[in-house]
């Protein structure tokens, strides 16, 4: 796939992106930056005993234990920086050399995700043949994964290290595709046991190693051959997953402590949605049960000494209880989002289509988990932006779906980053991602139907308005004072209409798919 020159464009994109990321330095940072930085002091200062017990800061370490230990590791040069950034109680503490040394060991562990990027780019079938280097599928995917404009705000301005991680799913979706089915699935492994997160999409590995790995061969129509099963290939698996758990919670296990890193893991304390809404369906339910609320109190329907204070307004996250529709319980959202992955996991099992059915499904478990999950933060659409990305070079279909949701997806991040010197940053970022996009994918499928139809094409369109409405307009009126909610209330509202519409579409294409005889015998 690589042509000879093909290694130079790579090494052209990633270090263009990487002097980038160190531009951005200086930019704003949210409060996930003394997060880690409060993680590197405890974990630097404290013995393994009390690492998930220690709360002198509100931001308690919540993450698995080999992210714990990756926080450990960069404590060690973090020293020669500032040794006062690992001192626990120095809160809120960001000297000039501690912003250095978090922000470049992002930039840092970004190699991993650079090296996954090549490698997804390889399984890439270049099978039209352009001249032109800029019109090849693999040049496009790589800009799309490593300019990814969702990416490089969350973890570069608003400060995380969501791209390592990505590097490791990235990499093991790209040792599926390799058919080095062992090596995926310890990736994935490890990946879990850094971010839990990643939950979201494990039934799509779980089914799909069980399907082309345990079962060594199909019938000539496509079907199984339950004869097939392999029962080393099975035990090799289980052995993979008890040993990488073995290392992560071993020590808590030994220790007693299972329970008490379970109760940070998953904090089912906080509310339904995020301080600020994701764009998913809990979003347009709240919505709706906003708009009931005040026209049941318009037309005297309610009793409006009941109905709670305003619990919306707050930027804090908090039990919020619905007025008129039913009010949401995790375990409702656990069954919602189960419901909705079922359809995409059969497809996978009794339609297998390779590797591309594989990804299909990776990214409806992940866009489910994100509609119908509890507490998503908006950040999570990347869970389903990246992998799409793979999907999106290969068939004019999936690129239609991926313009939509990348289009909205990132749109939604916008309230991340609310201080007025990063408007023009942002702004321009995301113009130059969404129209490179744009315009490579169109000319990748140009001898086919164009990507969007009219109507998809207006919604996006009215995405300007809404922003310039939100920063521009809306802080002038005296709407602001009494209303400060609206702006990201119609930004999550108007981004959930397209997440959802990207989602259904997906699931009609991925459920309508025929296959192919060709595929069959695969």
Known sequence: VMAAGGRSWFRA????????????????????????????????????????????SEWTLDYPPFFAWFEYALSHVAKYFDPKMLVIENLNYTSRATILFQRFSVIFTDILFIYAVRECCRCVNGKRAAKDILEKPTFILAVLLLWNFGLLIVDHIHFQYN????????????????????????????????????????????????????????????????????????TLLGLIVCLVSALSLGPFI???????????????????????????????????????????????????????????????????QHTVLPSVTPLATL???????????????????????????????????????????????????????????????????????TTTGHFSLFPLLFTSPELPIKILLMLLFTVYSFSSLKSLFRRERPLLTWLETLYLVQLVPLEIFCEIIFPLTPWKQHFPFVPLLLTSVYC????????????????????SVRQKAE
């Not at 409060?31 to 220690?54: G, K, M």
């Not at 990505?166 to 995926?184: D, H, N, T, W």
């Not at 304390?269 to 009931?292: I, Q, S, T």
């Not at 959930?496 to 296959?515: N, P």
């Open 13 to 56: 994109l990633a270090l263009g992106v990487s002097f980038l990321k160190c531009l951005l330095i200086p930019a704003y940072y949210s409060t996930d930056f003394e997060v880690h930085r409060n993680w590197l002091a405890i974990t630097h200062n404290l013995p393994l005993s009390q690492w998930y017990y220690e709360a002198t």
């Open 163 to 234: 791209g390592f991680l990505f590097g490791l799913m990235l990499l093991s979706v790209a040792r599926l595709c390799q058919k080095r089915y062992l090596e995926g699935a310890l990736l994935f492994a490890v990946l879990l046991h850094f971010k839990h997160i990643y939950m979201y999409v494990a039934p799509a590995y779980g089914i799909y190693l069980l399907r082309s790995y345990c079962f060594t061969a199909n019938n000539a129509d496509g079907s199984l051959k339950w004869r097939s099963f392999s029962l080393l290939h099975v």
């Open 335 to 405: 069954i919602c989002t189960f419901i909705s992955i079922l359809p995409s996991v059969f497809c996978l099992w009794f339609k297998p289509q390779g590797p591309r059915g594989f990804l299909q499904c990776l990214v409806l478990c992940a866009l489910s988990s994100f509609m119908f999950g509890w507490h998503v933060h908006e950040k999570a659409i990347l869970l389903a932006i990246l992998p799409l990305s793979l999907l999106s070079v290969q068939r004019a279909k999936d690129a239609g779906i991926y313009l939509i949701l």
């Open 254 to 320: 030994v220790l007693g402590q299972l329970p008490q890193v379970l109760s940070r893991l998953f904090p089912f304390k906080r509310g339904l949605c995020h301080a600020y809404w994701a764009p998913n369906f809990w979003a347009l339910y709240n919505a709706m049960d906003k708009a009931l609320t005040i026209f049941g109190l318009k037309c005297n329907f309610l009793d409006p000494t009941k109905i709670p204070k305003a619990s919306m307004t707050g930027g804090l996250v908090q039990e919020f």
């Open 496 to 515: 959930a209409l397209g997440v959802t519409y990207a989602w259904l579409k997906l699931y009609i294409s991925v459920l309508t798919e025929r296959i």
